[in-house]
């Protein structure tokens, strides 16, 4: 059974930092290509940043330079540190692992960045 465990989300200031953590269980992790997207209320999910299983990385443009993806094959896990936090950052975060057809989703993580 495959499983996305998402943690780390929170409360946090404007221009604070926060990292996100994603274990995966039931996959070879090494493989997939793993991302994180949020979801705004009353706005469509968007992808943030996501990170093949070769190292390529891509990003939203809003968090270019804020925001860094990461993983660890070692310890299933994908990592998103989220720096200088804006308001319009507010949303629930999301991890997603993919590979070809299987696609599998976290069950989100609140952040919230608010004075």
């Known amino acids: 059974q495959v499983q996305l465990v998402e943690s780390g989300g929170g409360l946090v200031q404007p221009g604070g930092s926060l990292r996100l953590s994603c274990t995966a269980s039931?996959?070879?992790?090494?493989?997939?290509?793993m991302g994180w997207y949020r979801q705004a209320p009353g706005k469509q999910r968007e992808l943030v940043a996501s990170?093949?299983?070769?190292?390529?990385?891509t990003y939203l443009e809003s968090v270019k330079g804020r925001f860094t993806i990461s993983r660890d094959n070692a310890k299933n896990t994908v990592y998103l540190q989220m720096n200088s936090l804006k308001p319009e950052d507010t949303a629930v975060y999301y991890c997603h692992a993919g590979l070809m057809q299987h696609s599998t989703w976290g069950q989100g993580t609140q952040v919230t960045v608010s004075s």
């Open positions: 039931g996959i070879i992790f090494s493989i997939y290509a």
């Open positions: 990170l093949s299983n070769s190292g390529s990385t």
